[in-house]
């Protein structure tokens, strides 16, 4: 069964939202986490059919997550990968750039579960 299951590769250098995403996922999907850009995009780039979906934090420590995005959407073996962009601030210039850049959604922190997995059933149906 855990094998059928979809995977959410979740991105933030915030090691609290990395478990909480997990908490709230792992029921509906196999959850990987990254705490860095350029952590995320090698466990993609290792094997790319494996991740269904990413969760990615814009403002990170490195390699941010439009940064992230911009590579994954470039990379024909990644760009079919759904983005959907968390963020700490409300902004649309933010949310806007994030959508020119391929997202398919954004979430704001701090969210609440319910938001998270309808967001995710959204884009990723189980």
Same mark, same amino acid.
């Given at each position: 069964?855990? @094998?059928? +299951? ?5 991105? !933030? ?12 996922? @792992?029921?509906?999907?196999?959850? +990987?986490?990254?705490? +860095? ?8 780039? @290792? ?9 990615? !934090? ?11 995005? @911009? ?7 990644? %760009? ?16 806007? +750039? ?6 398919? !959604? ?6 609440? %579960? !319910? ?12």
């Amino acid at each position: 069964m855990e @094998q059928s +299951k979809k995977c959410v590769l979740a991105v !933030d250098d915030t090691p609290s939202y990395l478990m909480l995403l997990n908490m709230i996922l @792992q029921k509906n999907y196999a959850v +990987k986490a990254a705490p +860095k850009g350029e952590i995320a995009l090698k466990i993609v780039r @290792q094997n790319p059919a494996a991740v269904d979906l990413i969760l990615l !934090d814009i403002m990170m420590e490195g390699m941010d997550g439009f940064a992230v995005c @911009q590579e994954l959407k470039a990379d024909p073996a990644t %760009a079919r990968i759904p983005v959907i962009f968390i963020s700490g601030k409300e902004d649309e210039a933010d949310r806007e +750039k994030g959508l020119a850049l391929g997202a398919v !959604d954004f979430i704001v922190k701090p969210f609440a %579960a !319910d938001t998270v997995l309808a967001t995710v059933a959204r884009h990723l149906p189980t």
